[in-house]
């Protein structure tokens, strides 16, 4: 896999990772209620393949959230995204942030994605993933919901947050927050952070650091990175926040995250 531009497109670019290799595509997940979209990607042919469960930005499993999937995919896991407000509306119908969030995200209950995600180990356990080895990843919204899943599930062995909220969340029917439950989390957690990110101040962040620092084994083997330049979504390539060499220390960092503890 490779981070460069594709050839003759502006900067930023939006990265994109092939199939070759890979066996990916979208699938109809079979859930509590009936079937939710999701997309995934493993290595061709593999077994007893460690999981990752890829927990979209606020913009839905759109293709950057794909070509993850498939980034994951090349380094040897199982990943896969579900689209974890389908129920609420169709993100990928809005440019308005605020009305987004407003119409569709704030209508997300914790419990929904909790359900959808456990929807995904058991997807992957009857599709060559090992469920004893469950990785968890995610950006933005993702991001604060790598923790609340990680302190979710105990089947959860190491999850990795970029830029999520950890003292808030997105509307009424958010009851806990990062900051609530991360001493008791089941799985380390690798918590990358922007420095410049006006969505996440600083303050809060360190918080999580006290929080971590007394908390159970899983918390103090928590880490977390603040990359001082950054801005949130860094490395979102597709977008102009994209900073390529924090997205790449941080890709890396992920990918050893994930082999020391899957």
């Not at 890829?54 to 913009?59: D, G, K, L, P, Y």
């Not at 599709?127 to 923790?147: A, E, K, N, Q, Y």
Request: hydrophobic share 40%.
């Amino acid at each position: 896999m490779s981070f460069a531009p594709a050839a003759g497109q502006p900067t930023p670019t939006t990265i994109h990772t092939d199939s070759e290799g890979l066996e990916q595509g979208g699938i109809d997940l079979p859930v509590h209620d009936g079937t939710i979209f999701a997309y995934y990607a493993a290595p061709l042919g593999k077994k007893d393949l460690p999981v990752v469960l890829v927990i979209q930005e606020i913009f839905g499993v759109h293709e950057h959230i794909k070509d993850i999937c498939r980034r994951l995919a090349k380094a040897g896991y199982l990943a896969i995204a579900a689209d974890l407000y389908q129920r609420q509306g169709d993100a990928s119908q809005y440019t308005d942030i605020p009305k987004l969030i407003s119409d569709i995200v704030a209508k997300v209950p914790d419990e929904q994605v909790y359900a959808d995600l456990n929807a995904c180990i058991e997807w992957a356990g009857q599709h060559g993933g090992d469920t004893s080895r469950v990785g968890v990843t995610g950006f933005c919204w993702g991001g604060r919901l790598t923790w609340m899943y990680a302190a979710h599930n105990p089947t959860v062995k190491a999850g990795v947050a970029w830029y999520g909220k950890v003292a808030a969340g997105h509307g009424p029917l958010i009851k806990q927050m990062v900051v609530d439950v991360a001493a008791n989390t089941h799985a380390p957690v690798l918590g990358l952070y922007a420095g410049q990110d006006a969505s996440i101040p600083l303050d809060t962040v360190q918080a999580l650091r006290s929080v971590l620092a007394n908390g159970n084994e899983a918390a103090r083997a928590s880490e977390i990175v603040i990359y001082p330049e950054a801005n949130h979504g860094f490395l979102a390539d597709y977008r102009p926040m994209y900073r390529e060499a924090d997205a790449r220390d941080g890709w890396q960092r992920m990918l050893t995250w994930f082999e020391r503890y899957l």
